[in-house]
Structures are given as structure tokens and as C-alpha cells.
């Protein structure tokens, strides 16, 4: 398949860009337990290449980024985790709160510094596991902060104004890249999708599968099915 037109100008000056790339469900297939995940050896050695080819490469998680650089298994990119709330100094202020809403809920929670995600891939019954996720939400808007829900997870997070948009527009500015290609799977990656409007160039890569919101293809300027085809075109980039 011929390569579009936006990502053969991506790779003609690659200096000039960077490559945003989310880690689980885009360069780490999904796995049952979070704490399994992995890049493959075969993406691993693709982003050694890509990093010393582009202006920037970053992964941008909601894992903390020391976990993610430990999924990733790739030293020198740059890490962003927990959504970009890493990068937003006001977030610590909220870490004890996040901490006592996860002590006050019954279902396991994988608990970060900064925000707390209660998955039910697992779950025997996933409509009755969404009722009861439904009411942690309720509770987390109760004590004043932001649930979202992903590809079977729902996260409470801080109520301020920062995702992976603010993210990717801070690593640009960072590097003074006009130029940038942002890969990702799920709800919080059309955060970072919007970041690229107004850039030089701007490709938007969708990772989709049964489980990918039905918006994220929609707001993609190009679609893989998975992590192996997105490995598929960072060969050719």
C-alpha cells in the first residue's frame, strides 16, 4: 500500500518532527493484567532506529512514566505518563484525595501518584462490573473529582484542565517542532489528536480494534488494526 502523502512528508525531513506515541493498546498489545504488558522486542528495536532519526520520540501513557518506560524497554525516549498530569505542577496537590477515594472503594484499584484506575477486562459479568463502576463515577464527582472511562477501565482523576493535549503541546514547544505524528487507541487519545491542529503537518494515527471508541477512527487521518500494523508503518517511516 502506498504510503499517504502526509506521512512520506513526515519522514522526507524527519528532524523536523516528532513521533507521540501511546504505549498500551498502541505499541504494547493488551494484555489482562496491566502490570503484564510489554513492547515486543521486534517495536523495541524500531524505536531504537526512530529515535535517532526524529527530532523527537515520546510516549505519552496513562501509566506513571518510570512504568512506562519499564513497558516500553526503551532508554532515551521521553516519557510522559498519567495523561500529562506528570507535567502539571498543581496535580500533587490532588494525590492525597485520589489516594482516599481509591482506600474507599471495593473494587481492586491500580493506583498511581496522581490518579486511580479500576479495570474490569477480568470481570465474569462485564455489565454488572459497568454498574458498579457507574457509581464509583458518581462518587468520584461527589468529592469534587473527574472519572473517565477507557477500553474497560474507569479512571478518577484530578478536576484540572490537563490530558495528553496539553502534553503534546508541551513536548512540541519544548523542541520547537511544527511537525508531529501522535499514535494512540482509546478515549484520552482524541486529547491528543486536537493537540495537532494548527501544526506544519499533523498525522493522526488510530490503533483500532473491537474494543476502540467508535470516535477514534473517525478523527484519524489514518487507521491501523492494532499494534503490528502500527509497527508495519513506523518500518517505513
Known amino acids: ?22 504505549v498500551d493498546g498502541t505499541l504494547a498489545p493488551i494484555v489482562p493484567r ?9 517495536t523495541r528495536v524500531e524505536l531504537e532506529r526512530l529515535r535517532g532519526r526524529y527530532g523527537l ?18 532508554a532515551g525516549l521521553r516519557y510522559v505518563g498519567e495523561h500529562g498530569l506528570e507535567l ?3 496535580a500533587a496537590a490532588w494525590a492525597e484525595t485520589i489516594a482516599g477515594f481509591a482506600d474507599g472503594v471495593a473494587w ?29 463515577a458518581e462518587a468520584a464527582r461527589a468529592r469534587g473529582l473527574v472519572p473517565r472511562w477507557g477500553r474497560l477501565v ?12 496539553t502534553a503534546v503541546r508541551a513536548l512540541l514547544a519544548e523542541r520547537e517542532l511544527r511537525r508531529a505524528l501522535y499514535a494512540g487507541d482509546d478515549t484520552t487519545d482524541l ?7 494548527g501544526l506544519e503537518l499533523g ?6 480494534t473491537s474494543e476502540a471508541p467508535p470516535a477514534l477512527s473517525g478523527a484519524a487521518d489514518v487507521v491501523v488494526g492494532g499494534p503490528a500494523e502500527l509497527l508495519a508503518l513506523l518500518r517505513r517511516l
Open 1 to 22: 500500500m502506498p504510503l499517504p502523502d502526509s506521512l512520506r512528508r513526515l519522514a522526507a525531513e524527519p528532524s523536523l518532527a516528532a513521533l507521540l506515541l501511546d
Open 34 to 42: 496491566p502490570e503484564d504488558a510489554a513492547v515486543p522486542d521486534e
Open 57 to 74: 520520540v515520546a510516549c505519552i501513557s496513562g501509566r506513571p512514566a518510570e512504568d512506562a518506560e519499564r513497558v516500553v524497554g526503551v
Open 88 to 90: 502539571d505542577p498543581a
Open 108 to 136: 481492586p484499584a491500580e493506583r498511581k501518584p496522581l490518579t486511580v484506575s479500576f479495570h474490569y477486562r477480568t470481570a465474569t459479568d462485564r455489565a454488572d462490573a459497568e454498574r458498579v463502576l457507574a457509581e464509583v
Open 154 to 165: 474507569l479512571e478518577v482523576r484530578p478536576p484540572l484542565a490537563t490530558d495528553k493535549a
Open 191 to 197: 486529547d491528543a489528536f486536537r493537540a495537532l491542529d
Open 203 to 208: 498525522v493522526r494515527v488510530a490503533v483500532v
